[in-house]
T-cell receptor, first 116, second 114 residues
């Protein structure tokens, strides 16, 4: 069965420290992976995606993610966290079981809290 | 700026009273999605349009309907809202690309059912 797992409900990090938000996946085809961020009472915003190519993907707001095929992971990272990065982060992957290929499988989300 | 707009941002309706949420986009994307999101959970896809082609999810209740009169607008109709339909409703758009394209989300409409 296809799935996305975000093993941590919450991540706490001090401002200025590096942050990592974890995501692992299981899909039946090539993994097309996405990270989205949701600030309180707002819609989701696209951060970055992996389709093919370099395993290190750079995205918005200084975020990057590392695709690791052998570990089936796509962890989100940032070298130096800001208080304004505090938000809910979702990992998602293309659903190969959806006939139209436009559906995503979403992780449950990880709440990131950056402490001043 | 090109964007996805949802109106209203907050909607209060009575149990059983039909309600319509609207979404418009200036991105000229051919795919438009409606999601339901409860309490910071993962968004749940209700249905989507590829141009005028409607794609319903198997587990979307019949109580939820949608209309897309043109490329720019899409509506979510809840025919008889129940208390369990209280949620954030998110509209999103994308260019079609076989699952390769990112989705652009509106700010959402928070629906309260009294």
């Amino acid at each position: 069965a296809q799935s996305v797992a975000q093993p941590e409900d919450q991540v706490n990090v001090a401002e200025g420290n590096p942050l990592t938000v974890k995501c692992t996946y299981s899909v039946s085809g090539n993994p097309y992976l996405f990270w989205y961020v949701q600030y309180p009472n707002r819609g989701l915003q696209f951060l970055l995606k992996y389709i093919t190519g370099d395993n290190l993907v750079k995205g918005s707001y200084g975020f990057e993610a590392e695709f690791n095929k052998s570990q089936t992971s796509f962890h989100l990272k940032k070298p130096s966290a800001l208080v304004s990065d505090s938000a809910l982060y979702f990992c998602a992957v293309r659903d190969y079981n959806a006939g139209n290929n436009r559906k995503l499988i979403w992780g449950l989300g990880t709440s990131l809290a950056v402490n001043p | 700026d090109a964007m996805v707009i949802q109106n209203p941002r907050y909607q209060v309706t009575q149990f059983g009273k039909p309600v319509t949420l609207s979404c418009s986009q200036t991105l000229n994307h051919n795919v438009m999605y409606w999601y339901q999101q409860k309490s910071s959970q993962a968004p749940k896809l209700l249905f989507h349009y590829y141009d005028k082609d409607f794609n319903n999810e198997a587990d979307t209740p019949d109580n939820f309907q949608s209309r897309r009169p043109n490329t720019s607008f899409c509506f979510l109709d809840i025919r008889s809202p129940g208390l369990g339909d209280a949620a954030m409703y998110l509209c999103a758009t994308s260019r079609d690309g076989g699952g390769l394209r990112e989705q652009y989300f509106g700010p959402g409409t928070r629906l309260t059912v009294t």
